[in-house]
């Protein structure tokens, strides 16, 4: 017997892989297997079970674009979101929140920008919201995929509700 899996034949006796090439004795012995009436195996599609799994894997793909994505703010000024930008945000918070200083010069998406304490910590909010709303939303999506009728998984979209 054999089963096909991609574009390789499967020979269940002893799991050997057998390419396309008339030349190749296996796949010889498949050709006359198969005129012989008989009919290969085909791979059944993924488990309902593994089937919620990729739409969850999805939504977290998906929240992780969203996240990294970067914000745009009321005045126009594009905000990186993406780690390493959440962790200078923090930073320069955590230096405004130590130091004098009236003005800190950042580099945002657009361009630098010289903003105050005051201006940053809104941003840290902003970034701060951003960042939670996209994990909301996944779990939204999250508890949706798990409460779906086995039926209903086909038509699930992941890429709704995102900021």
């Known amino acids: 017997m054999y089963k096909i899996l991609g574009d390789l034949i499967v020979r269940l006796a002893d799991d050997a892989r057998i390419p396309h090439d008339p030349c190749n004795v296996d796949y010889v012995a498949y050709r006359d297997w198969l005129a012989a009436g ?4 085909v791979p ?5 079970s593994e089937r919620r799994s990729l739409l969850r894997n999805a939504a977290t793909a ?3 674009q969203a996240e990294t994505g970067g914000i745009t703010l009321p005045d126009g000024t594009r905000i990186k979101t993406d780690r390493d930008d959440q962790n200078n945000v923090a930073n320069a ?3 405004v929140g130590s130091t004098a200083l009236q003005r800190i010069d950042f580099k945002a998406a657009t361009g630098w920008v010289s903003i105050t304490p005051s201006e940053l910590q809104a941003i840290a909010a902003a970034v701060g919201l951003h960042k939670q709303s996209c994990f909301s939303v996944e779990r939204a999506h999250h508890e949706a995929i798990d409460a779906l009728t086995d039926d209903g998984l086909d038509g699930y979209d992941v890429t709704t509700g995102w900021p």
């Open 38 to 41: 008989n009919t290969p195996q």
């Open 44 to 48: 059944s599609g993924p488990s309902q």
């Open 62 to 64: 998906r929240r992780w």
């Open 93 to 95: 918070l955590a230096i």
